[in-house]
Each structure stands twice: as C-alpha cells, then as structure tokens.
C-alpha cells in the first residue's frame, strides 16, 4: 500500500474544493444541494478542508511563502483524474521541502520576536524602577507594596497559598486564579525565580506588586500565551502559609 502524505501537505493540492475558479468554457456550476446525509458529508469534507487551508495559507502567506492557487487545482484535479504530471515519490519530496521552508521561517519570525521581546522588557524595567514606589531587588526583581500584611514570611522551603493575577506588559491576562475563584497552593521551591525571591519578602496577609525579568520569568521558552523573553507583571496576595499535617495536628 502507498504511503499516506500527511494532511498539512496533501491539503496544500485540494484548494480546489474551496478556489471554485471554474475554467471560462466550462458551464456554471449548479446550485449545491444538501438534502441528503451523504451531500451533507461530502460537502462537509470539502468545506473543513477548505477551512484547514484557508488558515494554512494565510500562515504561509504571512511567512512570505505564497503559492500558486491555479497549480493547486490543477493539481487536485489531475491526481483525482489518475493523471498526476509528477510521481508520488517527487511529490512527498518538494512537499517535505515546503515544510522545511516554513518551519526554517517560522524560527527566523519567533527568533526575531523573542529579542524584541527582550527589548521592550528591558526598556519597560528601567522606566518602572524609577516609579514612586518601587523597589529593586539586587537581581533585578521589582516589588511595589500594595497592601501591606502584618503576619510571617515564607521561607523558600514552605508551601504557601496566594491569589495572583499574571499579565504581560501590554496588558494580556495569562493566568488568574481571580478568574478561577480559587487561590492557589504550592511548594516556593517550584516556582519561577523571580516568584520563589519574591515572596520571600511578603508577610501573610500583604498584597504585592511584581515586575519580574524573563530571566526570572521563563526566559527564552515560548508558552503561547506567555512569548519567549517576556517581562512579566503579576499582583500576588499571600492568604497563608500552609503548614506540614503533622505540625498542623501537633497545634
């Protein structure tokens, strides 16, 4: 049995089912009916793989990889024809081929974007530092106090509880446990750097203000909703300092 060309490729030969460029001598096309189950499914596979590619080459376009959308039907249309001009083997070579141009592309973009990135972070840190109000740590953590607590603070080997609210520096919430009305418990040990350092400095009851450095953040990896190299904002408040079940039975 022939081997199957995965869909991100083959899909790139089937912009007929959604291009409808219909050849000048050829009549027009009737209307489509979808009376019957079977309509409906075969219309339905040309319709989600014409969703598949409409993204796909738009991604591609914005790559710069733009391809020829008459080849493509063509394409489709000699291969459902049993008339294909290029042999299956050459087919998966240029098709392999395009999707190492765009994975080559697509590090090039994330590359450039994570030190712009990097960039910004830098120059939003040094206009902050100088903000009434906030303090710098020696590294690089910056801290605002906005409600301060009277209870202990946590060393780096306790487990604690917070809400917190985490966005990036234009403003994008990432995560929230605000959102999820549910606080958040965890070892301090486990955290990124610049959480594990910064709560160090917070009594139980305080709410602070954090502008954490991608190196104390997540540095160069992208997370999708957090880039690679991204300077991080988050409120923090500490509920409590959650203690072992021994020590807790103990009281």
């Given at each position: 049995?022939?081997?199957?060309?995965?869909?991100?490729?083959?899909?790139?030969?089937?912009?007929?089912?959604?291009?409808?460029?219909?050849?000048?001598?050829?009549?027009?096309?009737?209307?489509?009916?979808?009376?019957t189950e079977a309509q409906q499914q075969s219309y339905g596979i040309g319709a989600s793989v014409g969703n598949?590619l409409n993204k796909d080459l738009a991604d591609k376009k914005e790559l710069g990889i733009e391809?020829?959308?008459?080849?493509?039907?063509?394409?489709?249309?000699?291969?459902?024809?049993?008339?294909?001009?290029?042999?299956?083997?050459?087919?998966?070579?240029?098709?392999?081929?395009?999707?190492?141009?765009?994975?080559?592309?697509?590090?090039?973009?994330?590359?450039?974007?994570?030190?712009?990135?990097?960039?910004?972070?830098?120059?939003?840190?040094?206009?902050?530092?100088?903000?009434?109000?906030?303090?710098?740590?020696?590294?690089?953590?910056?801290?605002?106090?906005?409600?301060?607590?009277?209870?202990?603070?946590?060393?780096?080997?306790?487990?604690?509880?917070?809400?917190?609210?985490?966005?990036?520096?234009?403003?994008?919430?990432?995560?929230?446990?605000?959102?999820?009305?549910?606080?958040?418990?965890?070892?301090?040990?486990?955290?990124?750097?610049?959480?594990?350092?910064?709560?160090?400095?917070?009594?139980?009851?305080?709410?602070?203000?954090?502008?954490?450095?991608?190196?104390?953040?997540?540095?160069?990896?992208?997370?999708?909703?957090?880039?690679?190299?991204?300077?991080?904002?988050?409120?923090?408040?500490?509920?409590?300092?959650?203690?072992?079940?021994?020590?807790?039975?103990?009281?």
């Amino acid at each position: 049995m022939k081997k199957t060309i995965k869909l991100s490729l083959v899909a790139a030969s089937v912009l007929a089912l959604t291009a409808c460029n219909q050849e000048a001598a050829k009549p027009e096309v009737k209307e489509v009916k979808l009376e019957t189950e079977a309509q409906q499914q075969s219309y339905g596979i040309g319709a989600s793989v014409g969703n598949f590619l409409n993204k796909d080459l738009a991604d591609k376009k914005e790559l710069g990889i733009e391809l020829d959308q008459e080849l493509m039907l063509r394409g489709f249309k000699d291969a459902l024809a049993g008339d294909a001009k290029i042999e299956e083997e050459k087919i998966r070579e240029v098709l392999t081929a395009l999707d190492e141009s765009v994975r080559a592309k697509q590090q090039e973009q994330a590359k450039a974007a994570a030190q712009e990135n990097l960039a910004e972070g830098e120059k939003y840190l040094a206009e902050n530092a100088k903000k009434e109000g906030v303090e710098v740590t020696e590294s690089g953590l910056q801290y605002e106090v906005l409600e301060q607590g009277d209870g202990e603070k946590p060393a780096e080997t306790d487990t604690v509880k917070v809400h917190y609210k985490g966005t990036l520096l234009d403003g994008t919430e990432f995560d929230s446990s605000y959102s999820r009305n549910e606080p958040t418990t965890f070892p301090l040990n486990r955290v990124i750097p610049g959480w594990t350092e910064g709560l160090q400095l917070m009594p139980v009851g305080a709410k602070y203000k954090f502008t954490i450095p991608s190196e104390l953040a997540y540095g160069e990896r992208d997370l999708g909703k957090i880039p690679a190299n991204s300077t991080l904002v988050f409120e923090v408040e500490l509920l409590e300092i959650v203690k072992p079940k021994e020590e807790a039975a103990a009281e």
